[in-house]
Structures are given as C-alpha cells and as structure tokens.
C-alpha cells in the first residue's frame, strides 16, 4: 500500500461518524465526546489500513461497507442520548449522507485522475456536505429530536429503502467507478435522496417553528396568570383597605374608651391589632430580580406557597448578561415552585412546609437549585432521573424543565433523601459547556 492510499484511508475513514455527531444530540460533554470520537477514528483507520492490505481476511466492497455500519451503530450506541427511534433516524440520516458523498464521487471518478484527484473530491464533497447540514439541517432535526419523542419510525422507512437501493447500485457487485453501466442509475438515486433530504429539511423547519410558537404560547400564557394573580392580590388589597377604613371609626372609638376607663392592656392589643393590620394591607412589592417577568413570578408563586402556610425563602442573583431567555426560565421557576407546594401540601405538620429557591452565578455557570420538604416515596424514571406519577394531569411541570434544560445544553438532576427533594439545573453562560458540573 502506498502513503496516497494510506492518507486516503486515514482523512475518508471518520467522513460517517462526523456526519453523525453533526445530526444528533451527545450523551456526554464535549471534550468526553471528542475522546471517545477520536479514539474510534483511530481504531477504525488501523481496521481499513489491515483491511486494504488484505490481513487478516479479504473484504469485497459490500462486506466493507457493511463493516463499517457495524462499527457506526456501535458508535451510536455509546454517543446517542437517546434509546429510541430518535437515534435510528438521525444514524439513518448520516448513512444517507455517506450514500450521497459516494453516490458523487462514484460518478466524478470517470473524469477525475486517480490518487490525488479522487482523495481531494472526497474531501470536496464532504465538505460542502458537512455546510448544508450545518446551515440548514442540524438547528431544526436537535430541536425536534428533542422536543418530538414519537413517529420517527415512520420517517425512518424511506431512507431505509433509499439506503437499500444505494447498496444495489452503488455497491454490489462492485464499486460504482467499475461499472459505468450504473452511473444513470446511481444519478436517479442520488437525486432522490437530495429530495428527501431537502422534503426532510421543510419538515423540520415547520416543526421548529410550531415549538417556537409553543413556548413563545407558553410564556405568554404565563405572563397573563402572573398579571391576573398580581391584579387579584392588589384588588385583595383594595377589599381590605376599604374593611379597615370602614373599621377604623369603631377601632379609634373602642380604643378612645379603653384610655379613659383605664383598660391599658386591651388598648395595647387594639393597638397590636392595628399595626398587624396596616403592615398586611400596605406590604410593599417583593424584589427579587430585575427581570419584571421573573420578579413577578417568583412574587406570585413565593406568596401563594406563604398565604397557606409554607415558609419560602427566595434568593436570586442574575449576571449583568443573560443569553437564556427569562421568560423561559421563568417557566422553569414557577413549574418548579409549584411542584414544591403541592408536595408540601401532602405534609401533616405545617410546621415542617419550607421552600428554598436559589439562583447565582458561579463562574461559567448559572447555578438554580429549588429545595422542598416532602412526606411519603418519591420514584425516579431510570432512563431519565425525573420523579415519575401515576397521575395524569401532573408531570408536564418535570417536562418542560428537562426540555429546558437539553435546549439550553444544561445539566438536570432531581434528589430525595432526608426529608428533602431538590431539583438543580446548572445552565452554561457561555457557548463550552464541557465543564458542567452538578
């Protein structure tokens, strides 16, 4: 084998597992991932130099490929977060990718010199490749495989039946540069799967704007409940105002008696009585944060777990710069916080309801943690680590944090233990997320 062949071999060999990386969404951080990829890069380079000097076996074409998508799905496994269909689709639309970039190539190889020539227009055409799924593909498919969780069987038979053709007339019995017969064939195929591709691409674009208008829905929605409670507390307000300014005679003329007959002690508790009710009625507004929508949130929600007898304690720090959307993470305070009065709800004792909500900066990251007392078994989703219910109108709080989290490239982890369940989130401020830690 010359150094041509060998560097051929060395550059083409990672072409699927980089087309992979770019379509799904990685189990593990960055820096993991890139270790795994390149010690993979590596063992499957040593596979095709053994195998293009014919050791241990001689391999025809088709058993060649054949090699390798073993090899890729093994790779999947090991770098997909996903256990379902979500993987199979975004594995399949890789190899429809490696099928156009040999698809290419088999019929430039007539008018392209051999070595150098062919090795620069694989390079060429996996370039150019790796552009469009960057540019169109890759925002729409991450955003759906993770907001999307069914019907990707039924996407995934075409280019199961494309793929299948693909080996037919690309690969078997020979590779497409040996029988020019195919060529118009292979012309056919390819333009079908661009077409699929291209009918995939609209696909996603709409479903990535329906997302996109489900939350901006979503967030609007919880604005208007945040505004009505705000309005309700204020007209609550008013109705007690007006209670004691219609009171205030009778109060000024009990306690105008109790001064004169001589009744110290029941004027002090009059007296009690009325500081009590004039620091309920003019409590000034809660500050927690200087995002109004934010602020408002925890407002309404930390004074609804106070007005039924759960201690709260509230304490958010904000960086000067926020790239994640306040309004999204407000969802995630108020699904959150809610979450933890309704589990302080099933407490005997109200003595033992308390609610912590942290949010702060530390370094990099944006650290939020919501603690709660609890009673009774929580129980974890294996595959997920999200407390599960049998009841049907709860859960999608637990959702829409984790969808939360996987969109913004943050870490989730829910913990029971001691009394105390907490759910943290550790969001990256900047684009590395390899250094998350929880």
């Not at 429809?96 to 190889?109: H, K, M, N, R, S």
């Not at 039924?308 to 305070?333: A, D, H, K, Q, T």
Request: hydrophobic share 45%; net charge negative; charged share 20%.
């Amino acid at each position: 084998m010359d150094a041509l062949s060998l560097w051929k071999i060395i550059i083409t060999a990672p072409f699927g597992i980089v087309y992979f990386l770019l379509l799904s969404n990685w189990r593990f951080s960055r820096t993991k991932t890139f270790l795994i990829i390149g010690a993979g890069i590596f063992g499957v380079t040593i596979l095709d130099i053994l195998i293009e000097l014919r050791l241990p076996y001689s391999l025809s074409y088709l058993e060649f490929r054949l090699l390798h998508i073993a090899i890729a799905i093994g790779f999947i496994i090991i770098l997909s977060r996903y256990n379902d269909a979500r993987t199979f689709f975004s594995f399949l639309m890789s190899c429809t990718f490696v099928a156009i970039q040999d698809l290419f190539c088999g019929i430039l190889a007539p008018y392209m010199p051999d070595g150098t020539g062919e090795l620069l227009n694989q390079v060429l055409i996996f370039m150019v490749l790796g552009l469009v799924i960057v540019k169109f593909i890759r925002k729409p498919l991450l955003e759906t495989l993770e907001e999307l969780q069914t019907g990707w069987i039924r996407l995934s038979l075409i280019p199961i039946c494309l793929l299948l053709s693909f080996l037919n007339v690309a690969s078997y019995p020979a590779p497409l540069n040996e029988r020019l017969e195919s060529v118009p064939a292979a012309v056919g195929l390819c333009v079908a799967i661009v077409l699929y591709n291209g009918t995939i691409y609209t696909i996603l674009k709409q479903q990535s704007s329906y997302f996109q208008s489900t939350r901006e829905l979503s967030s609007m929605q919880l604005q208007v409940t945040s505004l009505k409670k705000h309005m309700q507390a204020i007209a609550e307000s008013e109705e007690n105002l007006r209670i004691f300014q219609h009171d205030l005679r009778h109060l000024t003329n009990a306690l105008t008696v109790c001064i004169k007959t001589g009744r110290d002690n029941e004027a002090l508790a009059l007296l009690a009585s009325m500081n009590s009710t004039i620091e309920k009625i003019s409590r000034p507004a809660v500050y927690y944060c200087e995002d109004e929508v934010m602020n408002a949130v925890l407002s309404v929600y930390g004074q609804m777990a106070e007005n039924v007898g759960i201690e709260v304690s509230i304490r958010v720090e904000l960086p000067e710069e926020l790239s994640i959307s306040g309004e999204e993470m407000s969802l995630v305070f108020a699904n959150g916080i809610e979450n933890a009065i309704n589990a302080c709800h099933q407490m005997d004792s109200s003595d033992e309801r308390k609610i912590s909500v942290v949010c702060s900066p530390v370094g990099s990251q944006l650290f939020i943690e919501i603690t709660n007392t609890y009673t009774g078994k929580i129980l974890f989703n294996p595959e997920t680590g999200c407390p599960e219910t049998k009841a049907e109108d709860h859960g999608f709080g637990t959702q829409s944090i984790s969808a939360f989290a996987r969109r913004y490239g943050g870490l989730l982890k829910y913990k029971a233990e001691n009394g105390l369940f907490s759910m943290r989130l550790v969001l990256p401020l900047y684009e590395d997320k390899s250094n998350l830690t929880l």
